[in-house]
Nanobody, 127 residues
């Protein structure tokens, strides 16, 4: 069983930054590929960003390219979603996800590839 703990959501003004940490206690965290997804009421959960196990390869959704990054610190068993220049349309519940079944996997945009999910954290972008 893998527990993912997300923190850092809240209210932020348009144009502002926000960093979401996702802690995944466990000695094999460094072998997991990680992903971030978001969801608004009435819509499907959508891909935001993904990173491979070593942190050397990342992919972002077109809607967040140039604004969001997905660093990770394997020594601290933590992945992050760094969000800059936030827009009102970024308002959503954000979820981190881990794929523990395929060690050392390449990044994936598909939510079906992830077997553990965080509880979600609300991000609201508004003035």
């Amino acid at each position: 069983q893998v527990q993912l703990v997300e923190l850092g959501g809240g209210l932020v003004q348009p144009g502002g930054p926000l960093r979401l940490p996702c802690a995944a206690p466990g000695r094999t965290f460094s072998s997991y590929r990680m992903g971030w997804f978001r969801q608004v009421p009435g819509k499907d959960r959508e891909f935001v960003a993904t990173i491979n196990w070593s942190g050397t390869v990342t992919h972002n959704a077109d809607s967040v390219k140039g604004r969001f990054t997905i660093p990770r610190d394997n020594a601290k068993n933590t992945a992050f979603l760094q969000m800059n220049n936030l827009k009102p349309e970024d308002t959503a519940v954000y979820y981190c996800a881990a794929d523990t079944s395929r060690k050392f996997g390449a990044p994936s945009r598909a939510n079906s590839q992830y077997d553990y999910w965080g509880q979600g954290t609300q991000v609201t972008v508004s003035s």
